[in-house]
């Protein structure tokens, strides 16, 4: 019998401990996985769609976004997954889950909430996770997933958990305060958009730095620079795109860069031929953790493309790699210039 995977979400851990304690109390096939935030669920989700049953999710976190507000997401991302709605304060947002959520979840509980109630709906929402229909979309959206992120579909980019995976790997680089300076989002360099952008910090030799997310969460992807790209799902191809998705989109933003920097020199007086003027630039391709990438091909493609996951894109790799980069003397003049004009 296969398992069942309840999540809690609360800001308080008494109170995920209480409830795990009391579900596993009940039921012998259930694995419960604890979240303390709205971040923490939404990062989770993004990377493990399909995984859960049952979400059982607080609406009061303190500060920022609640549980109420993260809704469309968890249901663009995750549409078949039940979600009971969980607080102490039903008075205060007891209009709210009426009139916003109330299409969203599959039942609301009010803190303290007994243990037959409980039990009760957390049997009833595990019963229509099971039918038929839930099962059906739970498919279809595993497929969906993928396609929408393939797609050159810009509304559907901008208002998917493919813009989430953005959002999540341009906070982690606004991290790297000790090794990256000024990232952007979304910047367009000679009508190249690029997703995140960024340039080393002193005393790191300078250098542009290109971050392109890929978002194909649960997915095997093979193919080089030269072939079509495959995505298959459970052993299965879904999609068979070609290579711009992958490779020559990561490619074109370099060379565009590269113009747009020879541009500006040229324009201050600078011989563009003398590579110690021009930094460095260095693309990182940045997938979601759950997408298989040891079957691409990567013999042909840019040398100064990595391909990556969003796991292993740290301070460290960024220090590493620039530091092993083609040694450049990038005059103060010169940074100054491509700092305030490369994505103008």
Known sequence: MEKKIIALTDDDSNIRNALERTILKHFDNVEIKQFSSTLEIK????????????LILDIHFGVGETGIDILPFIKQTAPSLQIILLSAMEKTYGESVTEVAG?????????????????????KALKTQESSLNKTVRDLQSKNTILSSILDNRQQVQNGAGRAFEEEIFNKISQFTKVISEPKKNAVVLGQEIDIIAFTKPPLPFA???????????????????????????GKEMLSEKRRN??????????????????ILKENNFNIRDEFYRPFIQTFAVFT????????????????????????????????????????NVTEQVKKLILENLTK
């Open 246 to 263: 992958l490779f020559e989109q990561t490619d074109n933003q370099f060379k565009q860069v590269s113009k747009k920097i020879e541009k």
């Open 103 to 123: 299409d969203m979840i599959f039942d609301f509980m009010s803190k303290p909430v007994t243990e037959t109630e409980l039990i009760i709906k957390i049997k």
């Open 208 to 234: 542009v730095l290109i971050f392109e997310t890929k978002y194909f969460p649960n997915a095997k992807l093979i193919g080089g620079a030269n072939e079509d790209t495959k995505i298959i799902i459970d």
């Open 43 to 54: 990062k989770f989700l993004l990377n493990n769609p399909n995984t859960l049953n049952l």
């Open 289 to 328: 953790d759950s997408t298989d990438i040891t079957g691409l091909n990567l013999k042909n493609s840019n040398r100064y493309t990595k391909f990556l996951k969003a796991k292993d894109l740290t301070s460290d790799l960024i220090i590493k790699t620039v530091f092993s980069s083609p040694k450049r």
